[in-house]
């Protein structure tokens, strides 16, 4: 599920995607071309301490969870503060599911429960220990293990504000060793002065690394890392983003399933640069001048401005790939229907391919209400249309015109090729500071003439008013079969 957010600078890029698969809660899409970029990240919280902020301030002794692999768990952290600047968690997550399994296949269950419990395929644990290293400067660690299949899954993140730009390469799948390459980047700040302010940098080395591609067929690399350097979000203006990304090792289906055709080609070996810049620019045609009740705070600081406001976003990106993972560039800049989508070379014998293409995202967005009454004070609405390929948009137009001039019937490629990417966001307050939300895309049926949402999630949001901007959402996918129940901050 994307992680559920308003229209800002970022939303154009794909989005790391929440999950309760794991006990991480992450998984990456599979990287898309044409673009948009693959990864985008940002300082978010982790999942050990979202749940521990769900103990210690909601009283929620245990945080709820659902999906089809593991079916319904229970989770709960024990934070072990070290220093002010090093904490440990740790994260257990029991299996409700099975253990109402075992419970019903056993005739003398008093007697076996304490057997029962011990069940190891019953439970998952998870450490985590995350390093404040400077002000700027973040490492986390997180290694997790799991009793039904006995795996684990390892993960080390380091994050930097203000940012040095450099790129690192790593195929080695030992702890210690990819450990010790992410302090020795921490400390290259401090021996460098090519400093880069206003930006975000992300270092992160997982094995074995989740993905997830348009399908919702979860696979499994055993080694990727990425690098991803950001410019940081304002309302207008230009902005840049650059991500390398490498894998090594075969992929494969998450949990053993065979329901996918062929492994993304994406997911293959090899090393991946994207780089893109985008100008972005917000018009609000109205905003309401009217007097906010007084002495009463709003259930969200973010969502206080009745206003009705467009945004639109231009730029150019390339794509550059080297290894088994360069075939993925091939098929799709092709299209004997439209023509050629993007510039591209193609180069079989070394493994390396090329792509750059332009995009652009048209957005409208309108919010009735300050989010201060107990009733009908909150009535929001956003849609996107997304357009990845302009080249694609281009030539799907010119084909369409050519069609029209000669009296000619366009193909449904045709039009499609003109079709943007559509995606709708409603959100209406229930009661005081509990709103129900709706984020769906919106896809076109040429061929049977019809209109259907695609990867539809509900939220039900509970705004934390004292925080100013910060809210508990229990969301569902029916296309993923996810429950999740996640914290977030300073999102609109």
Known sequence: MKKLRWAMEGDFWELDLSTPRTLDGTARPVPANPLP???SRGTTLSRPKQIDFFQRFMFLPFVPSFSAQSNFTLQRVLTIPFSENWFATLLGQFNVSNFAQVVKKTED??????QTLRDKSLYALGFSSEFLLTGDDTLLINIDGYGHNSSSRKKAVFHHQACLFFLIVVTVESLFINLLILVVISSLFDCF???????????????????VDESSNYWDVPFSMAVDLASLASDSGLSYHFTMHHNAGSPNQFEGHENASAVPAALLPGLSFKSAFSYKKNINFWRSTAQKLKMVQPYDIFLSNPHVSASGIIGAAVTASVGDNSVKLKPQVEDDSIGIRGFHLHAP?????????????????????????????????????DFPSGSKFLSGATRLAQDFINSQQPNLETVRAVCPKVFVSVQQQIAGPFSFRVDSGVELDLKNRDIRANDSVFAIEYALQVLGSAKAVAWYSPKQKEFMIELRFFET
């Open 37 to 39: 970029l693959g990864l």
């Open 109 to 114: 269950f008093k007697s076996t429960w304490m």
């Open 193 to 211: 002065c090519w400093q880069f302010p206003h930006h975000n940098l992300t270092v992160e080395a997982v094995w074995p690394g989740l993905f």
């Open 349 to 385: 014998s070394i493994k390396s391919a090329f792509l750059s293409d332009v995009f652009a995202s048209v957005a409208l967005t309108a919010q009735h209400g300050t989010f201060q009454r107990l009733f009908s004070d909150l009535t929001r609405f956003h849609a996107r249309l």
